[in-house]
Nanobody, 124 residues
Framework: QVQPVESGGGLVQAGGSLRLSCAAS????????MGWFRQAPGKEREFVAAINWSGDTTWYADSVKGRFTISRDNAKNTVYLQSTSLKPEDTAAYYCVAVVLRAGVWMPADFASWGQGTQVTVSS
């Protein structure tokens, strides 16, 4: 299994940047695609970005495309989310998780464990 621990969130002004990190324990980390999801207060958790096991293919939600970049370092068992040009609507708790692609939709893998998340707050 892959147990993630997210970090790097914080308070930032609109237009600013943050780099989120997800350190994942588990010997099989490099076997799985990994993804970032986010959840704003009162809203459902939504997909943000995903990266395949080798790190050479990425996917993004339309809302973050061109502003966010997902990457991974399998030697460090870590996934990153570089977020730029942040907007107030990006305010949410961000989570990373092992993911699978089913019927064209990225979703948490059946065996996936959720971390505690990291809070991103963007002020206008």
């Amino acid at each position: 299994q892959v147990q993630p621990v997210e970090s790097g969130g914080g308070l930032v002004q609109a237009g600013g940047s943050l780099r989120l990190s997800c350190a994942a324990s588990g010997r099989t980390f490099s076997s799985y695609a990994m993804g970032w999801f986010r959840q704003a207060p009162g809203k459902e958790r939504e997909f943000v970005a995903a990266i395949n096991w080798s790190g050479d293919t990425t996917w993004y939600a339309d809302s973050v495309k061109g502003r966010f970049t997902i990457s991974r370092d399998n030697a460090k068992n870590t996934v990153y989310l570089q977020s730029t040009s942040l907007k107030p609507e990006d305010t949410a708790a961000y989570y990373c998780v092992a993911v699978v692609l089913r019927a064209g939709v990225w979703m948490p893998a059946d065996f996936a464990s959720w971390g505690q998340g990291t809070q991103v707050t963007v002020s206008s």
